[in-house]
């Protein structure tokens, strides 16, 4: 954290010009704040806040910050930063973007298991193939440092290779590919014996979209993704204080599964935006048991599977004054259903917010 803040005042020094600033604040209320079987409700603030430095030249230094704040759970009360440092250089054939940052998360002392510090490097390369065809590749280095449990620390190396293609039809085709592999930095305990052979995941995934105008202000979107684990296996802990949908013990490379997604999006009247859109997907644990609600295995094969469908609603409204900062109101609805074969994780949520963002 002191090296964070100490690379804030050097680029905060080096920044010569005033930063561009957007903040973001939320309310919002959950029937379901764990998404479980035993649901328990709560209000929940989020402030997020942008800074970017123009310094000269293709460079940009930036930095964010988020706050979440919990009306009833006040202990889950938890502050992220990340300082960066960005470069873009943009020409006929094509573009060239890179960069690197810092990133650190603190919580109070119940879930201080979740602090990290850590780092990320990413460069991508962007070329006009046709005047209808975009190709894109890149590359991204991202170290994570758990200070208070440092065998969960890893470093994730993922390539991924991109293709959109503009038809005449007024349809656009997006297909992406990557490939991951996140790597335990330690040794350390894990659930089944023997299985810290699996210091190493490796993980693939794709995605294909498409999109099409329906007129001038509408536009409808297709999204299919799907994942596959290659080898290795996560490390999950288990006790009262850890949280397996937290990513310190269920990301990506905890299972693999599929997406289907649809998505209606139309600019209406008074500068406002309607978003509409569902999803249906599943999980299948790679090599996580289902426990019954007394946290005892349902059987030595039987290996959690969720099933979910998700519900989304968004209304935003833009405001531009004559003079002043422009502003940003948004309402939000969604809800979730899980379908697990592991009793705690089968339920639904729902979750209402309200947003005002502004920039100047």
């Given at each position: 954290?002191?090296?964070?803040?100490?690379?804030?005042?050097?680029?905060?020094g080096m920044a010569r010009a005033q930063p561009a600033v957007r903040l973001n604040l939320?309310?919002?209320?959950?029937?379901?704040?764990?998404q479980s079987s035993q649901p328990h409700a709560d209000w929940v603030n989020l402030l997020y806040v942008d800074l970017d430095w123009g310094l000269g030249g293709n460079t940009g230094l930036y930095y964010t910050g988020n706050a979440s704040l919990f009306r009833e759970y006040s202990e889950l009360f938890n502050h992220a930063h990340v300082l960066g440092l960005n470069y873009a250089r943009d020409g006929r054939a094509g573009e060239l973007r890179a960069g690197a940052s810092l990133s650190a998360r603190l919580d109070r002392r119940l879930y201080d298991y979740r602090d990290f510090a850590g780092g990320g490097a990413f460069v991508e390369a962007k070329r006009y193939l046709r005047e209808d065809l975009v190709g894109r590749a890149g590359y991204t280095l991202r170290l994570q440092e758990y200070l208070k449990v440092s065998r969960?620390?890893?470093?994730?190396?993922?390539?991924?290779?991109?293709?959109?293609?503009?038809?005449?039809?007024?349809?656009?085709?997006?297909?992406r590919a990557e490939?991951?592999?996140?790597?335990?930095l330690r040794r350390g305990e894990v659930f089944l014996p023997g299985a810290d052979r699996g210091r190493h995941l490796v993980q693939g995934s794709g995605d294909l979209k498409l999109?099409?105008?329906l007129g001038q202000r509408t536009g409808l979107q297709l999204e299919y993704t799907r994942q596959h684990s290659f080898s290795g296996q996560g490390r999950f802990l288990?006790?009262?204080?850890?949280?397996?949908?937290?990513?310190?013990?269920?990301?990506?490379?905890?299972?693999?599964?599929?997406?289907?997604?649809l998505t209606l999006k139309h600019l209406g009247l008074w500068d406002s935006q309607l978003?509409?859109?569902?999803?249906?997907?599943?999980?299948?644990?790679?090599?996580?048991?289902?426990?019954?609600?007394?946290?005892?295995?349902?059987?030595l094969d039987q290996k959690r599977r969720d099933r979910w469908q998700l519900l989304k609603l968004e209304l935003i409204r833009f405001f531009q004054p004559a003079r002043g900062p422009g502003?940003?109101?948004?309402?939000h609805w969604s809800y979730r259903r899980t379908n697990s074969n592991d009793p705690y994780y089968d339920a639904g949520v729902n979750t209402y917010s309200a947003g005002l963002q502004t920039s100047f």
């Open positions: 954290m002191k090296v964070l803040v100490a690379a804030l005042l050097l680029g905060l939320y309310s919002s209320y959950t029937d379901n704040l764990f969960q620390s890893y470093a994730e190396q993922s390539a991924n290779a991109r293709l959109t293609r503009f038809l005449p039809s007024r349809t656009t085709v997006d297909l490939l991951g592999v996140k790597s335990y999109a099409q105008s288990f006790g009262p204080l850890y949280d397996f949908d937290d990513e310190l013990f269920s990301d990506r490379y905890s299972y693999q599964g599929q997406t289907l997604g978003e509409l859109s569902g999803q249906l997907g599943s999980r299948n644990y790679v090599e996580r048991l289902a426990l019954d609600l007394d946290g005892f295995p349902l059987g502003l940003e109101l948004g309402l």
